[in-house]
Structure formats: C-alpha cells, structure tokens
C-alpha cells in the first residue's frame, strides 16, 4: 500500500469564497468515503498560494486529504471526481511513499 496526500483549496469551491463552507465539507468527506471506506485523514490548513498570473499571494482555507490506496489507478478517478465536485481546476496530488504501520500495545 501506497500513502497519497491531496490537497484542495477554497477559492474556486462552490461558495467562491476564502473558507470551505460546511455543503463543501460534506462533500469532501462523503467522496472520499465512499472511495476509500477503510479510512483517511482530512486536515484542515489555512495559508494561500501563489497566483503567478497576477502576482500575489491569494489567502484561502485549503484541506489535506490523506489516503492509502493500492496505486496511483486507484487515487486517479477519486481525485478527478473531487475535484470536478469542488468546481477546481486541478488539486496537488502527492504520493508520500509505502505505508508503515506501528502498533502500540
């Protein structure tokens, strides 16, 4: 198994706005649910990033969404649909490595 962190901001979402309203929440959580039902990791970060065009830094709610999968076969339809929900030009995929598990007794 293979661990995957996604990442989505806000601005683009339906709401449009610089915070990911609670519609948008639910979908990120019910999509990624439905597509990875042994579990996941959403993380909630605030920042921005670099718009390159205008020159600035946009400020914006983005989310972490971390998941094991298989492969890349498996992430690549989840993500897309994702992102097409949230109304997103693209969403940064990142494929951390092999999953490590330790169990604490």
Same mark, same amino acid.
């Given at each position: 198994?293979?661990?995957?962190?996604?990442?989505?901001?806000?601005?683009?979402?339906?709401?449009?706005?610089?915070?990911?309203?609670?519609?948008?929440?639910?979908?990120?959580?019910?999509?990624?649910?439905?597509?990875?039902?042994?579990?996941?990791?959403?993380?909630? =970060?605030? &920042?921005?990033?670099?718009?390159?065009?205008?020159? @600035?830094?946009?400020?914006?709610?983005? !989310? /972490?969404?971390? $998941?094991? =999968?298989? &492969?890349?076969?498996?992430?690549?339809?989840?993500? @897309?649909?994702?992102?097409?929900?949230? !109304? /997103?030009?693209? $969403?940064?995929?990142?494929?951390?490595?092999?999953?490590?598990?330790?169990?604490?007794?």
């Amino acid at each position: 198994m293979k661990c995957y962190s996604v990442t989505v901001g806000a601005r683009h979402t339906v709401g449009r706005g610089h915070r990911f309203s609670r519609a948008d929440e639910e979908k990120i959580i019910a999509l990624t649910q439905a597509s990875f039902p042994s579990g996941f990791t959403l993380l909630n =970060a605030t &920042g921005g990033w670099f718009d390159p065009v205008h020159q @600035r830094f946009v400020r914006e709610e983005s !989310r /972490q969404i971390i $998941v094991t =999968a298989a &492969g890349w076969s498996q992430v690549r339809p989840w993500s @897309r649909k994702l992102a097409r929900t949230l !109304r /997103q030009k693209e $969403v940064l995929v990142t494929e951390i490595g092999r999953v490590k598990r330790v169990v604490v007794r």
